[in-house]
C-alpha cells in the first residue's frame, strides 16, 4: 500500500470507528507513518476488506497489526499451495530466471494469478478446458478469436484461463464489499467503473470453488 492511501483507508475505517482516527494534526501524521510502514506490503483492497472482516467479528479497535496478520496469514496460504513452475526462460541465463521466477512467485503472493498446483502441472488438455470454453460461446473459429484477442481482452482472458485450467474470476460474485460484481461482469472501481483486472479476492474466491468443484469429482 501506498503511503498516501493510508489516509483514505483511514477515513473508511473511522465510518464504523471513530476511535481509530486522531484528531491531533501531529498525531493523525505519526500514525499515518506508523501504519504506512506496518501496513507497506499489503494491498489497499486487501487491507479494506480485511478491516470489514474485523469489524463483523469484533467491537474492539483494528490495529495495523490485525490487518498485517492477515495478510501474511493469506500470503502463505497462495505460497504453500504454489508448486513453483520452472519458468519459461533459459534456465543457464540466471539473471532472467530468478528475475521470473521471483515476479511468479509475487504475482502469486498479490492475488494477480492464481497458485499453480501440482495437480494442474500433471493435467493434460482436459475436456474440462473444452466445457469452460464451450460455456463461453464460440461465434468465431479459434484461429479468428486469437486474432481479435488484442481487441476483447477480458474474453481473451477468460479464454487463456479456461484452456490452462486456471480458475476463472468472473464465474463467481466478487466478495469485495465495495464492488460485488456479478458472475459474468467485470469488478469496478469505486467510481463503479470497471475495472482492468479483479480484486484479487475474487480470484481467491475463483480458486477456492474450482478446487471444491475437483474435490467432488
Known amino acids: ?15 464504523a470507528d471513530p476511535r481509530v482516527r486522531r484528531e491531533d494534526p501531529i498525531e493523525r501524521r505519526a500514525q499515518i507513518q506508523m501504519w504506512a510502514g506496518i501496513l507497506a ?3 489497499y483492497d486487501y487491507a479494506l476488506t480485511a478491516t470489514h472482516q474485523h469489524y463483523a467479528r469484533s467491537t474492539w ?5 490485525d490487518i498485517a496478520t ?15 513452475p520452472a519458468p519459461p526462460v533459459d534456465p543457464d541465463d540466471e539473471a532472467a530466471y530468478r528475475a521470473e521466477l521471483a515476479a511468479a512467485r509475487r504475482d502469486v503472493a498479490h492475488g494477480h494469478t492464481p497458485p499453480v498446483t501440482l495437480r494442474e502441472l500433471d493435467a493434460g488438455p482436459a475436456a474440462e478446458a473444452e466445457a469452460r470454453l464451450a460455456a463461453l460461446g464460440s461465434y468465431v473459429p479459434r484461429t479468428v478469436a ?7 481482452p477480458r474474453r481473451a482472458e477468460r479464454e487463456r484461463r479456461a484452456t490452462q485450467g486456471l480458475p476463472d474470476p ?10 460485488r460484481a456479478a458472475p459474468g461482469n467485470p469488478c469496478v472501481n469505486h467510481r ?9 479476492s475474487r480470484l481467491d474466491a475463483a480458486t477456492t470453488a474450482q478446487h471444491a468443484t475437483e474435490g467432488a469429482a
Open 1 to 15: 500500500m501506498e503511503p498516501e492511501q493510508l489516509p483514505q483507508l483511514l477515513a473508511q475505517i473511522a465510518l
Open 41 to 43: 506490503d499489503v494491498p
Open 61 to 65: 479497535p483494528v490495529l495495523p497489526a
Open 70 to 84: 492477515r495478510w501474511q496469514a493469506t500470503v502463505r496460504d497462495r505460497m504453500e499451495r504454489h508448486a513453483d
Open 146 to 152: 486469437a486474432e481479435l484477442s488484442a481487441f476483447r
Open 170 to 179: 468472473l464465474t463467481v460474485t466478487c466478495p469485495y464489499e465495495p464492488c
Open 192 to 200: 463503479r467503473h470497471p475495472r482492468t483486472s479483479t480484486h484479487p
